[in-house]
T-cell receptor, first 114, second 105 residues
Framework: DTGVSQDPRHKITKRGQNVTFRCDPI?????LYWYRQTLGQGPEFLTY????????KSRLLSDRFSAERPKGSFSTLEIQRTEQGDSAMYLC????????????FGPGTRLTVT | GIQVEQSPPDLILQEGANSTLRCNFS?????LQWFHQNPWGQLINLFY???GTKQNGRLSATTVATERYSLLYISSSQTTDSGVYFC???????FGDGTTLTVKP
């Protein structure tokens, strides 16, 4: 059973540039979640999908952030016009969505905005 | 939203010691997980425990849902247990700020 994978693992970008991250969930998991984690804090919920439908977005997700899961499989998170405050670890998780709500996390993408 | 508080924030132990980590939450939940975050940032699932008691080797966890708390027990700690332990509750996983455990040889 392949776990959750994320790509890239690290991204360094200049302020103002756009970046896109990819998440591949555990196969047959129909729920997919994005979180952001900054140093010294726990992960914070950003958004989640059930299949291809984006069901909830946190107020942390500004207009510069957009997430998609076009075919209900992998998902992308795009940040437009990056700011230094976007520097963080971006984590993806998936769950089966069938009664048991246990989430499994990927290794994360660490974003540094210079 | 749900508030999650973890205690203590930091814990330093000698190898072989036992420890108890606590997670308090502000509302009834149908999902509670404990994670260990390794130095590379990966969150490792320890327990899915919305209620009751579970054990896995040297680790065990108890959730008393009616009193809104969960406990993680680590016995005979090893240096490899070092890291940050998170409690996460609710369907969209609200995390506490974690307990940083350091086990000294």
């Amino acid at each position: 059973d392949t776990g959750v994978s994320q790509d890239p693992r690290h991204k360094i970008t200049k302020r103002g540039q756009n970046v896109t991250f990819r998440c591949d969930p555990i196969s047959e998991h129909n729920r997919l979640y994005w979180y952001r984690q900054t140093l010294g804090q726990g992960p914070e919920f950003l958004t989640y999908f059930q299949n291809e439908a984006q069901l909830e977005k946190s107020r942390l997700l500004s207009d510069r952030f957009s997430a998609e899961r076009p075919k209900g499989s992998f998902s992308t998170l795009e940040i437009q016009r990056t700011e230094q405050g976007d520097s963080a670890m971006y984590l993806c998780a998936s769950s089966s969505g069938k009664g048991r709500l246990e989430q499994y996390f990927g290794p994360g993408t660490r974003l540094t905005v210079t | 939203g749900i508030q999650v508080e973890q205690s203590p924030p930091d814990l330093i132990l000698q190898e072989g010691a036992n420890s108890t980590l606590r997670c308090n939450f502000s509302d009834s939940v149908n999902n509670l997980q404990w994670f260990h975050q390794n130095p590379w940032g990966q969150l490792i699932n320890l327990f899915y425990i919305p209620s009751g008691t579970k054990q896995n080797g040297r680790l065990s966890a108890t959730t008393v849902a009616t009193e809104r708390y969960s406990l993680l027990y680590i016995s005979s700690s090893q240096t490899t247990d070092s890291g940050v332990y998170f409690c996460a509750v609710g369907g969209k996983s609200t995390f506490g700020d974690g307990t940083t455990l350091t086990v000294k040889p």
